[in-house]
């Protein structure tokens, strides 16, 4: 629901993608475009507003949330890319950087079903995965925001829903995509914020996301002391 011009990604990522979109491909060699950045850069929206420029839409396959056995995984992935060929949907794909690298029979079976997937395809990933995935794929990077980007991201979207906050102090605090930021910031607007300064509010909203991305990996650890209860010597 957001034109490619008013997206919060750098124009030289928007470009690269519209040129590749662009270049002809042989009936023998589809499109795969790999997509890579952190969570809430901006991936899924950038493929879905190039795709609507061309009348098309988008179907997510979360490969993640397919059973984990070789068989099952194959068979549900093929079922889905024929689905998405069949609505004439062009599928985008996450997860695949959670294949074990060392599980090289299902490595190679999603690699072939890939492969014979008729048209062009997109696959969202983080910068540094590895992928069961031909060589000849494009691969295009949405690097993280810089501080002052995120504080533009930030007052530029509170803007356009009347929301006030210190976007600056909320840019130097956390560094999170335009998506997330969106998304926070959607969240406050559906609970009402009412007036005045949102920036506690908008705090809270983006602890609750992180904490919710890390309580699988992570565990939060309350502060016991005080600065003034540090036992270090004063130079230090």
């Not at 068989?71 to 689905?83: I, K």
């Not at 609970?191 to 939060?220: C, I, M, N, S, Y």
């Not at 002391?225 to 004063?234: I, T, Y």
Request: net charge positive.
């Amino acid at each position: 629901d957001t034109p490619l011009e008013a997206l919060l990604i750098a124009p030289e990522v928007k470009r690269r993608v519209v040129l590749a979109l662009a270049e002809p491909t042989p009936p023998h060699a589809p499109l795969r475009l790999v997509l890579r950045g952190r969570r809430g850069s901006g991936r899924h929206s950038l493929v879905a507003a190039v795709a609507a420029r061309v009348d098309r839409e988008i179907v997510a396959i979360d490969t993640s949330r397919l059973p984990h056995g070789r068989r099952e995984l194959v068979l549900m992935l093929r079922a889905a890319l024929f689905r998405a060929s069949l609505h004439g949907l062009v599928p985008v794909l996450s997860g695949l950087e959670l294949i074990e690298p060392t599980d090289f029979e299902v490595r190679d079976a999603v690699r072939a079903v890939l492969r014979t997937h008729p048209g062009p395809l997109c696959i969202r990933t983080s910068p540094e995965s590895t992928l069961p995935i031909d060589p000849g794929f494009v691969s295009v990077v949405l690097p993280p925001l810089l501080e002052t980007e995120r504080a533009e991201a930030w007052a530029r979207l509170l803007q356009s829903v009347g929301v006030t906050a210190d976007a600056d102090r909320l840019a130097s605090r956390y560094r999170i995509g335009p998506g997330i930021i969106r998304k926070v910031i959607a969240n406050l607007t559906v609970a009402g914020p009412g007036k005045g300064d949102a920036t506690a509010a908008l705090d809270e909203q983006v602890r609750q996301h992180v904490a919710a991305r890390l309580d699988h990996v992570a565990k939060r650890v309350t502060r016991t002391a005080h600065w003034e209860d540090v036992a270090l010597p004063d130079e230090l």
